[in-house]
Nanobody, 116 residues
């Protein structure tokens, strides 16, 4: 497995979860990384992304509630999700892209379910 995502689960509205995505050693730790999500019946969408230098993009729907971070030494990506809402329910996928070679890796997804 190239990218291993974990941390999903069932949580009540207002709760928190922390997702992690561990990349295998063959994946460049300098890659740009991101979290995407796909809700039932909807297209996959970007949630947040981060460069190797720490520059981030957070989409408006989660801004102020979600924080993306990474540990380059561990080649691991994180998503701290606070104040969760039922509309955050989705399968969350991590992605790693090499800006030089264009190599593109996706994790297997982890399900987040937020109950009202």
């Amino acid at each position: 497995v190239q990218l291993q995502a974990s941390g999903g689960g069932l949580v009540q509205a207002g709760g928190s979860l922390r997702l992690a995505c561990a990349a295998s050693e063959n994946i460049n730790s300098e890659n740009n990384m991101g979290w995407y999500r796909q809700a039932p019946g909807k297209q996959r969408e970007l949630v947040a992304q981060i460069t190797s230098g720490g520059s981030t993009i957070i989409v408006d729907s989660v801004k102020g509630r979600f924080t993306i971070s990474r540990d380059n030494r561990k080649n691991t990506l994180y998503l701290q999700m606070n104040s969760l809402k039922p509309e955050d329910t989705a399968v969350y996928y991590c992605r790693s892209r090499d800006p030089i070679t264009a190599a593109d890796y996706w994790g297997q997804g982890t399900l987040v379910t937020v109950s009202s």
